[in-house]
């Protein structure tokens, strides 16, 4: 019996550990990343920035901040020192030479070495308006700092400090961000410098703005993190921390981040020539919704819609009419409106590029070349709106005249019949309004008031049609169901 117990014993223990691979394998552990050796190693390179500017200074009245209790507002003071938007960083007792401009704090943000000899990357509205601009390592030397040059449409700017042999940091690939994936951030919120917060990438490609697709992340970024270096785990700068989105002025769980890959391009021209110069085609744009996309035979929304076209300018020249929809730009997919200003201003002035449009159900190419973004831009012009009541009424309760050639010169446009009044009909649900210009019904450019009655009463009552309508200096596309 006891030989049995023991062979029963040994069977158990054997089989035991065989068990614990399958499960394993079945539910993989995760590990939380230890980041301690990659912020030992990055944290050098991160600066702290802080401004100031010349104001003119006057017998202080009280030195509170405005909905805050004086002794909590004393303790930021003299604990953070942190500037306060809005409220001057003044004592209590009245500074010298009252009347006189004096330096004072700005602002605190942050920013990261990219060369040794002393090349910092950071936002443009970190050093934007700064007097001075000081530069501090984390060694606690002080520098002051030139401005190179910023761009405040992608927010980057470039900043030099007389120093060398500065440890920097190595640039990543931000192309190849997965979503998911750990990434960490370092900055001065509050002016608190040296200050390292982690998370994940939540979202890529997010759009805020013309020029640039953000990576969303939920690393917990403050005021001061600006300008401050998005890490992966790599140690690689994928980002440059600049936007929250917020209801309170702090953090509430998402932050944005400008891609290093955008950040340099722009980093690379004004550090040379201090400026940024991109291209331009000179077109204004408007959203492709899922309703005009149908209208237009596109399917699904995609493409860049043009509303305007600057007369004189490159888009016009190449062909580009309102109305056309851009559907590639020099061979690459346009998904939405923001794909293309990113796209043309990437694109050198005097660059000839391919540019494919969606015409009266149809494709066609046309080649435009780029012109420079600081070049003039021609300003739209206001139309007058006619009384409610002038002109011919069709069945559809639309009340309608024909253009003179003076109004179509102002216009840039070569017909239409413009809209004296509407009543309740198809037309009037739709949005279209006295002082519209229409211009184009589907595929067929509108000529006169009788073509026009003509047309639309040969309409399908049951399928939507897109009305191509002028209004101001913008063509816009409007879907009637005429029944």
Do not use: C
Not at 28 to 44: G, H
Not at 127 to 139: F, K, P, R, S
Not at 327 to 339: C, H, P, V, Y
Not at 383 to 408: H, M, Q, R, Y
């Amino acid at each position: 019996m006891k030989k049995y117990l023991i062979a029963l014993l040994a069977v158990i223990s054997l089989g035991q550990p065989s068990l614990i691979p399958i499960a394993s394998a079945q539910s993989p552990r995760v590990m939380i990343p230890d980041f301690a050796d990659l912020v030992e190693k990055a944290s050098p390179a991160v600066v702290n920035i802080r401004t100031t500017e010349k104001v003119q200074v006057q017998q202080a009245q009280g030195g509170g901040i405005p909905g805050m209790p004086e002794e909590q507002a004393e303790f930021f003071r003299r604990f953070f020192g942190v500037p306060i938007p809005g409220v001057p960083n003044t004592p209590k007792q009245a500074q010298p030479n009252p009347g006189k401009p004096q330096e004072a704090d700005r602002g605190v943000g942050s920013g990261f070495i990219i060369e040794s000899n002393g090349l910092i990357l950071t936002n443009a509205h970190v050093v934007e308006g700064a007097n001075t601009i000081y530069v501090t390592l984390t060694d606690k030397r002080e520098f002051k700092a030139k401005l190179l040059g910023m761009d405040k449409r992608t927010d980057i700017a470039v900043v030099k400090i007389e120093a060398r042999d500065l440890p920097k940091l190595p640039l990543g690939d931000s192309s190849r961000v997965r979503v998911g994936e750990w990434v960490l951030a370092i900055g001065s919120p509050f002016g608190l410098e040296n200050t390292v917060t982690a998370g994940i990438v939540s979202a890529k490609s997010r759009d805020t703005g013309d020029y640039l697709p953000f990576i969303q992340t939920d690393v917990a970024v403050n005021p001061g993190n600006s300008g401050g270096p998005l890490l992966n785990t790599a140690g690689q700068v994928i980002g440059i921390n600049s936007q929250i989105f917020s209801r309170s002025g702090g953090y509430m769980g998402i932050s944005f981040a400008i891609p290093i890959d955008e950040a340099m391009r722009v980093a690379d021209q004004l550090k040379t020539s201090g400026k940024m110069t991109r291209g331009r085609i000179g077109v204004a744009l408007g959203e492709m919704t899922k309703e005009v996309a149908e209208s237009l035979g596109l399917g699904k929304p995609r493409g860049a819609y043009v509303r305007n076209v600057d007369p004189g300018g490159p888009a016009s020249a190449g062909g580009i009419e309102s109305g056309d929809v851009i559907l590639s730009f020099n061979g690459r997919e346009i998904a939405k409106s923001t794909d293309l200003p990113r796209l043309v201003g990437e694109t050198k002035p005097g660059t000839t590029a391919i540019v494919q449009v969606w015409r009266k159900g149809a494709t066609r190419d046309l080649t435009v070349t780029v012109g420079d973004s600081e070049s003039t831009q021609s300003a739209g012009k206001k139309t007058e709106t006619p009384s409610a009541n002038s002109g011919n009424t069709n069945s559809f309760g639309v009340s309608i005249t024909d253009l003179s050639d003076a109004k179509k010169k102002e216009l840039n446009i070569k017909s239409g019949i413009e809209v004296t009044g509407v009543g309740d009909g198809a037309f009037a649900k739709a949005g279209i309004r006295p002082g519209d210009v229409i211009i184009r019904i589907g595929d067929t450019d509108i000529t006169g008031v009788k073509q026009f009655e003509a047309l639309v009463k040969a309409l399908d009552a049951n399928k939507a049609v897109p009305v191509f309508v002028r209004r101001a200096d913008s063509t816009l596309v409007i879907p009637v169901r005429p029944k």
